[in-house]
């Protein structure tokens, strides 16, 4: 049995390792294009950084290793650029030459391309790519001695690549194309992001794209769409990847918008041919779309489940529709995400409730405490968990780690109460925010609570009366127009003057961070008035505002943990 592996970093050096590990007789040849294989691409930016300071830390075996350790023959310089699936032969061009190779089984995992769009002057010298050890070597060697650095793209690479330039104190400008920094996030949470780019010294530019990179003797000019020019000693190019297919799809092997499909344990369109990573089509866990999910997780364990499906066919397990679990460090915040997002839900026609919370990572009256802000959806009716986000200076990761945990358990949200988590006061809370996630979920599908969204401001203004159940102090810090200020404390006994002002018209509840709004809600039921708490307080609210420009709806709404 020959099996061939096209691609030797992530996908593809698993399903080789796992292959040898089941079969000791089969020869596994893994071709790969660059000059390294099981290199640590999610290492890169740190390396440019230079927080990783050495380059052979990235380079996490070598062909050598890999024949020492499972006798795999590994050849480095060799593409594959033919695919005869009839005759189960490859063409591979290398150094020496072209020739053909013959297969028995064949494992695809070329990953993804950088996009290069068509911005006149990206052939500059100084602009670069972040894919592969080469392209970090040279980014590091440009930012050496550089004084101001573009990245062009915000998402998750963009934002990796403009901290870890900020870091060696260059003046980092970061341009997205889209609304906010790291599109996939929310529009509630990515201002907590967009204002520690502007603590680290990053200019952040939205909403713009660049138009051209203009070449100069000392620097180059990225020229942007609203007329600003951004000098560059270097121009990191990160907006979006697309899978590296174009030679297999030639060869017949089907495709959906360049990734590669697959059946469930990674069979592509041809006989003997499987592909795994980011050169595939993910089934979509929670709305079923077909997507390429560019992650490094996936892409690995993918790699050993085919390597199961093809030695080991009658008990293989079948690879999982994707979750999609992602996280990135900026600066002092973890930013992470699992599961759906709201476009990705309302693409799908998936009603959902929102569920915003601003929790301590850990017990507030434990010393360092700091919020987590997170935004969870879950399906209306029945409260299945779809997709949650999280920012936050400390516990984040082990928030999201956990819903995505119960995202892939098919869990309700109303499930999360009976999970047992671990707890003293340095790590977390008697009721963990995700238990918090649990009771508050619970209450908005059985009815308990009803919310209202920041989103829905402008409607909320003109057909209610928003009802701010804040101390006055907290009021007079900045609040909705035309509200009314009455302390949660103070409601009962002044249920007459909410009637009045209110004078048929719903009441919109809203507090610092929707706690005091929800007993506020209850005691307005009980009294029969029509009401509803403001999803995430005013601490969300402000954050929409903020990402719509919009902070002047609120007078000095400085509080703390939101984003100012
Ligand atoms: C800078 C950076 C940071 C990242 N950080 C993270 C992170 O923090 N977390 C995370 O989950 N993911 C991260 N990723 C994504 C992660 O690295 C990828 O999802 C993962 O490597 C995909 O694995 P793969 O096997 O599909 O492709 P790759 O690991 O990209 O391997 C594909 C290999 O195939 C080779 N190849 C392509 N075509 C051919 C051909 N025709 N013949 C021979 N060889 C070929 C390529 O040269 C390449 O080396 C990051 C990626 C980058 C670039």
Known sequence: MRLVVVGGVAGGMSAAARARRLDETAQIVVLERGPHVSFAGCG????????IADRSALLVQTPASLHDALALDVRT???????????????????????????????????????????????????RTLRTVDDAVA?????????????LGAGFIGLEAAEALAGRGI???????????????????????????????????????????????????????????????????????????????AAGVACERGAILTDEHGRTSLPGVWAVGDAVGSVDAVTGAVRSVALAGPANRAGRLVADAILRPGSARPIPPAIGSAIVR???????????NRAALAAAGIACHTLHLHPSQHAGWFPGARAIHLVVHVRQGDGRLLGAQAVGAAGADKRIDVLATAIRAGMAVADL???????????????????????????????????????DVDQVLATSLVLDVRSAGEFAG???????????????????????????????VMCASGVRSYLAHRVLAAHGVDSASLSGGIQTLTAVLAARGRRDLLTSPALEGSPA
Do not use: C
């Not at 980014?139 to 990245?151: C, D």
């Open 330 to 340: 900026v600066g002092d915040l973890a930013v992470a995400t699992t599961g759906a």
């Open 44 to 51: 890169l930016p740190y390396f440019v950084g230079g927080e």
């Open 417 to 455: 109460i009976d999970l047992d988590l671990a707890y003293s006061p340095p790590y977390g809370a008697a009721k963990d925010p995700v238990t918090m996630v649990g009771f508050e979920g619970a209450n908005v599908i059985d009815g308990t609570l009803r919310l209202w969204y920041a989103q």
């Open 171 to 249: 003046d980092v400008a970061l341009v997205e194309l889209a609304p906010h920094v790291l599109p996939p996030l929310e529009e509630e949470l990515a201002p907590y992001v967009a204002d520690e780019l502007a603590r680290l010294g990053v200019a952040v530019h939205v909403g713009v794209a660049a138009t051209a990179v203009e070449h100069g003797a000392g620097q180059d000019v990225v020229v942007l769409g609203d007329g600003s020019r951004l000098a560059a000693d270097l121009v990191v190019l990160s907006v979006g990847v697309r899978p590296d297919t174009a030679a297999f799809e």
């Open 139 to 151: 980014l590091r060697a440009l930012a050496e001695g550089a004084r101001r650095a573009v990245v």
């Open 77 to 127: 310089g060799h593409e594959v650029v033919g695919l005869d699936a009839a005759a189960r032969t490859l063409t591979v061009r290398s150094s020496a030459g072209d020739y053909r190779l013959d297969y028995d089984a064949l494992v695809l995992a070329p990953g993804a391309t950088a996009v290069r769009p068509p911005i006149p002057g990206l052939d500059s010298p100084r602009v």
């Open 478 to 508: 900045g609040h909705l127009p035309g509200a009314l200020n009455i302390p949660h404390t103070q409601l009962r006994a002044r249920l007459a003057e909410v009637d009045r002002a209110a004078a048929g018209r719903p009441v919109r």
